[in-house]
């Protein structure tokens, strides 16, 4: 059966991806946790014949459920595609019962600067643009993300951001009903287990724009999902309220969060906006 996963990952993959069956500690060494993802743990690690060369290791259980495999297949094809907002893979290991991901290993996540600070507008639209061509490539491919949060936004040393975490990810093909993301990020019709399309991935870059500023997302304090769904799907979309956005920034936001799918943006529509396009602010 790990011969026919193995196989499986083989045929996705482009011919200069490296798949290994050999133990991972052969290879790596100084291993750290750094985070979780949806499908595992993710440690750093540096290479044992290169000391001073570090990568990003997420290590997942070979799950044998069907669904669960495939969301690790899926995962595996972003990332392999090589695009400059994605995070890259690097190789793959099958050794006994886990997977283990190689990727780059990126300078924070979004969400740790957070910890120390607000990010200012224009670092944030240079985020959210950089963002966009992310979810422009997937959304494409026929992908949605279904989990765009600080946590799963990545900075590199030179100022790239990188979105992570495909766990999550679903053809927009098919018939998508199912409750899944992270509750504060989640659109309306997800809460209703209505049928979704990529346009909740632009409810939750909305969302993640106002985490970015006013470093918590809105309703935050609600502890319990029940209340939260209840909230979004009965009051009026959320705005700012601990930062002092422009108007143009404000209406970006609304625009996003727009409570009708069918008249909230594309990813496309709204990187053409003027701002997004004439900002070229860097993060470092």
Known sequence: MENKFEA??????????????????????????????????????????????????????????????????????????????????????????????????MRCSVFAVLCQRGIPEDHTIYIARETLRALIFLHAKGLLHRDVKCENLLLGWNGEVKLADFGLSARISRRNRDRLGTSKWMAPEVIREECYNEKIDMWSLGITIIEMMDRVPPHYQIKYEEELFDVVTSEPSPTFTYSHPSMYMRGLVA?????DPSTRPSAKDVLLVKTLQTNTNTLF
């Open 255 to 259: 625009w996003l969060l727009d409570e």
């Open 8 to 105: 499986k990952i083989r045929k996705i993959l482009p011919k200069k991806s490296t798949v290994r069956s050999t133990d991972p500690r052969s290879r790596y060494s100084q291993f750290k946790e750094i985070g979780t993802g949806v499908n595992g743990a993710v440690v750093r690690a540096n290479y044992r014949n290169k000391p001073n060369m570090q990568v990003a290791i997420k290590r997942c259980k070979l799950d044998p459920d069907h669904e669960y495999r495939a969301s690790i297949l899926r995962e595996l094809r972003i990332m392999a595609s090589d695009h400059a907002n994605l995070i890259k893979l690097r190789e793959v290991t099958l050794w006994r019962d886990d997977i283990w991901i190689t990727m780059d290993l």
